[in-house]
């Protein structure tokens, strides 16, 4: 099938919809957590603008339409059998439009988590992709891996459509494999923080620099 280039922008139909006041009330009450006031009478229908070079093939259109990033939590929740919260779906879309994105967080806040979800989105979305992950201790990127292998498992969908997909571990390396895409990791650096660390060495303990000074 030959693709048709189709605009980012496109100028949408408004769903009219009516809503009885008790409507009104219970959604504004199960909206009220997340601090914003959302109008229905805005809410539009990506489906009814279908492209007329796409009629006899609205599957191309509504492939290219789930690839946005405003529809990553779709794509969670159906192909990855994950529930984004919110913000969780905020940090994604971030994310994927930032050429160099920086994720700070708190403890707890799921990061190693997220970063797992992401590099899975870019494995199936994006045409002949490499993603490196790296760090000075190599049980960090393993950390990430194993989320994505977790998240593999549990996605019946996701495992059909890449039979051949999944976890590879070596001593100095794992690789992930999404169909032609690949996820490394790998680490780059000895682990140790600074040249004060204790270590041991013979029938003694000292600081790595002791050690290196002392030519033991």
């Known amino acids: 099938t030959s693709l ?13 919809i009516q809503f009885s006041e008790n409507d009104k009330e219970n959604k504004l009450l ?9 109008d229905e009478s805005k809410i539009f229908n990506p489906m009814l603008n279908i492209p007329e070079q796409l009629q006899e093939n609205p599957e191309v259109y509504i492939m290219w339409l789930l690839s946005r990033p405003e529809y990553l939590s779709f794509i969670c929740k159906e192909l990855f059998n994950v529930e984004l919260l919110p913000f969780q779906a ?9 050429k160099f994105p920086m994720f700070i967080g708190s403890r707890g806040l799921g990061k190693t988590y997220l970063m797992a979800v992401y590099c899975l989105l870019r494995l199936l979305l994006l045409k ?12 960090q990127s393993k950390f990430i891996f194993e989320y994505m292998e977790a ?3 549990n996605a019946p969908i996701l495992r059909d459509i890449f039979g ?7 001593v100095d390396m794992w690789r992930f494999k999404l169909g032609n ?3 490394y990791a790998i680490p780059i650096g000895d682990g140790c923080l600074s040249p004060y660390t204790l270590t041991t060495y013979d029938d003694c303990f000292g600081y790595i620099n002791d050690y290196n000074n002392n030519n033991i």
């Open 151 to 153: 998240i593999y498992n």
């Open 4 to 16: 048709v280039p189709i605009k980012k922008r496109q100028k949408y139909s408004i769903m009219s």
């Open 90 to 98: 905020l940090i994604l879309h971030e994310m994927w439009y930032r």
């Open 30 to 38: 199960n909206d009220a957590w997340l601090g914003i006031e959302i």
């Open 181 to 183: 895409n690949m996820a």
């Open 128 to 139: 002949n992709r490499k993603i490196v992950v790296a760090g000075s201790v190599f049980r």
């Open 164 to 170: 051949n997909g999944g976890l590879t571990k070596d």
